[in-house]
């Protein structure tokens, strides 16, 4: 099956800092989202993106699907930002059931 | 607007026993509707799927089966859990073609 891969697996920074996450996937996808997974678990999609450029407010995210890579970007981090984020795409299977990356935890320190 | 319930929220339970896990959908008609469990904390795995009433697709082999015994609503059980269906059972719904997935807030499930 489709392989996703995410990087950095971990990431702390100072309240204010810009990040850049990355998400690799092993074959064409039809469907690309990245989500949020917050503390006490919940997800919440953040993106539909399986190409281009899409933003809102201060997340941005790109797909490059030719070259099989999405970039998330968080600028002026806040506290509340931090959790786990996840990109996941398209399993192949039926339905558009997705298939996971590990996730980048990414703490935000005040 | 749509929102997704599951429940119990929590769920402690001893090797053996039986399983049953809830999620419903409101604010939408014939949803895609999914199973995903997360275990240790990250990754998530899908577990079920299901188009319609009555139509279920399982993804990988397990102790656990799907229902959807109406339009709106998704069962997850087992007849007897194993300690490594421990985990972080997530439901969700989609639209067709494609479309982005929403989440539940999910049921923490022990097995003891």
């Known amino acids: 099956g489709i392989q996703v891969e995410q990087s950095p697996p971990d990431l702390i920074l100072q309240e204010g800092a810009n990040s850049t996450l990355r998400c690799n996937f092993s074959?064409?996808?039809?469907?690309l989202q990245w989500f949020h997974q917050n503390p006490w678990g919940q997800l919440i999609n953040l993106f539909y993106?399986?190409?281009g450029t899409k933003q809102n407010g201060r997340l941005s995210a790109t797909t490059v699907a030719t070259e099989r890579y999405s970039l998330l970007y968080i600028s002026s981090s806040q506290t509340t930002d931090s959790g786990v984020y996840f990109c996941?795409?398209?399993?192949?299977?039926?339905?558009?059931?997705?298939?996971f990356g590990k996730g980048t935890h990414l703490i935000i320190q005040p | 607007s749509q929102t997704i319930h599951q429940w119990p929220a929590t769920l402690v339970q001893p090797v053996g026993s039986p399983l049953s896990l809830e999620c419903t959908v409101e604010?939408?008609?014939?949803?895609?509707l999914y199973w995903y469990r997360q275990a240790a904390g990250r990754g998530l795995q899908l577990l079920f799927y299901?188009?319609?009433?009555?139509?279920i697709s399982s993804e990988v082999p397990q102790n656990l089966s799907a229902s959807r015994p109406q339009d709106r609503q998704f069962i997850l059980s087992s007849k007897k859990l194993l300690l490594s269906d421990s985990g972080f059972y997530l439901c969700?719904?989609?639209?067709?073609?494609?479309?982005?997935?929403?989440f539940g807030p999910g049921t923490r499930l022990t097995v003891l």
């Open positions: 996941a795409v398209d399993s192949g299977g039926g339905a558009d059931g997705l298939t």
């Open positions: 299901s188009v319609g009433i009555g139509q």
């Open positions: 074959d064409s996808v039809n469907n």
């Open positions: 604010g939408t008609s014939n949803p895609n």
């Open positions: 969700a719904w989609g639209g067709s073609g494609g479309a982005r997935q929403f």
């Open positions: 993106i399986p190409s």
